[in-house]
């Protein structure tokens, strides 16, 4: 039986992932609303599968770097859709796993993207990050 994962970068621009057997199939980066309904259909498309979905947890993060009260504004954003997203889990009865982002190579270029993953078309930095939910570090 298949496995499918689907990894999501919450945010104004969520990025989405999902791969079959470890095969990136599909990168997307958008709404959150969109990517809702994105998630719905993938679950329904590949229902005879077995389907993981992985989620970036921002309230895990604990270093922000450089220029740290911008990014802990936007870091506020991003735990609101967070719990966003896990309202949307419950609604709808989705088992779903929640990642530390220390745990996640993330931000990395398109070309070590490829180099990783295989995957030759376009990426954004957003679908990236999810898909690296799926690879691991």
């Known amino acids: 039986m298949d496995k499918v994962f689907i990894g999501i970068d919450p945010g104004v621009k969520t990025g989405l992932a999902i791969s079959v057997n470890k095969q990136l199939v599909e990168l997307v980066t958008t709404d959150i609303m969109s990517a809702q309904d994105w998630v719905l ?3 329904n498309y590949h229902s005879d599968h077995i389907v993981c979905i992985s989620i970036e947890n ?3 993060r604990r270093w922000y770097g450089t220029n740290a009260d911008a990014k802990k504004q936007g870091a506020g954003s ?3 859709d967070f719990s966003i997203w896990k309202k949307f889990f419950k609604q709808h009865a989705i088992p779903y796993q929640e990642k530390n982002p220390k745990d996640l190579k993330t931000k990395i270029n398109a070309e070590s993207f490829q180099r990783i993953t295989k995957w ?3 990426t954004s930095e957003h679908s990236r990050d999810a898909a690296m939910q ?3 570090k």
């Open 134 to 136: 799926i690879f691991g």
């Open 120 to 122: 030759k078309g376009r």
């Open 58 to 60: 921002p309230n895990l």
């Open 41 to 43: 259909d993938k679950i």
């Open 78 to 80: 991003i735990k609101r």
